[in-house]
């Protein structure tokens, strides 16, 4: 199933911090999954245990961000630890956070694999944020330093504006708009439910592809939550936040029905 196309790899310890491999990664069993896929990623060598494993998670995320570990791929922990140049430990520590953020799944085996989600846990994942992100609104329409937090959440706003960013890029951006909606608030309790489904949002991405995540993403879909908030209209701002989240949903479940 693997195939490593460097003949004669050197050592760890010689190894260019940016030697770039390519790897098979092993699909899925079930009926239907893809084909194994290749993974372009950098080696990772020279810094210390926890800065590789949250190298390891950048990169792994990354690649299933953009669609490069598909869902349903099956991940191999000897061939995905070669290509990033980590050992088994560090990239064990590294899968297990992203089994916990739920971006991957174990399956009756205890293999783990990439997380496909279905229709009903997208819209379940989107009507809690939207839950979340409504009362978030709501509580900025009433802060006292209101055009503060406008002006944070236009900066926000602005880092959506550049397509041509890397996907991976574009959707840190778009989670980093989120993200700020409910730390504005200082709700701690708030910041950390939403914090709990960050991992699964990107679940969502993951699965609307990176055509419809685009649209998703777009900077103009997110400036009404903030001139809602800008007026102070909590009501108006809720019903923004409902309807991103619904559209968005219902968006991701017709690709999923096709």
């Known amino acids: ?26 699909a899925s069993d079930e009926p239907g999954r893809r084909d194994p896929v290749s993974l372009d990623v950098p080696a990772l060598a020279g810094v210390d245990r926890q800065t ?20 349903g791929t099956r991940l191999i922990e000897t061939e995905l630890s070669e290509a990033l140049s980590v050992s ?14 739920g971006l991957v799944v174990a399956d009756e085996r205890g293999r783990l694999l990439v997380r496909a989600l279905t229709p009903a846990e997208v819209r379940d994942i989107f009507a809690v944020r939207g839950a979340l992100e409504s009362l978030a609104a709501e509580t900025l329409c009433a802060a006292p330093d209101r055009a503060t937090i406008v002006e944070q959440l236009r900066t ?41 489904l960050s991992g699964l949002t990107r679940a969502t991405i ?37 309807s991103h989240m619904q559209e968005s949903a219902e968006r991701i479940v017709a690709i999923l029905a096709d």
Request: charged share 30%; glycine share 4%; aromatic share 4%.
């Open 1 to 26: 199933m693997r195939t490593v196309n460097a003949a004669a790899l050197p050592t760890v310890n010689s190894r260019p911090s940016f030697v770039r491999r390519w790897i098979r990664v092993g």
């Open 52 to 71: 590789l494993r949250e190298q390891s998670l950048h990169k792994l995320r990354e690649a299933i961000s953009s669609g490069q570990l598909a869902p």
């Open 88 to 101: 088994r430990g560090t990239l064990r520590e590294a899968l297990r956070h992203l089994v916990q953020e």
């Open 156 to 196: 926000a706003v602005d880092r959506l504006r550049s397509p041509d960013q890397p996907m991976s890029d574009l959707v840190e951006a778009d989670l980093a708009f989120h993200r700020r909606l409910c730390e504005l608030t200082g709700n701690e309790t708030l910041v950390q439910s939403w914090q709990h």
């Open 206 to 242: 993951v699965r609307s592809g990176p055509e419809q995540a685009l649209r998703n993403m777009d900077w103009q879909r997110h400036t009404p939550i903030v001139e809602a908030i800008e007026a102070g209209d909590a009501e108006r701002a809720r019903e923004v936040v409902r």
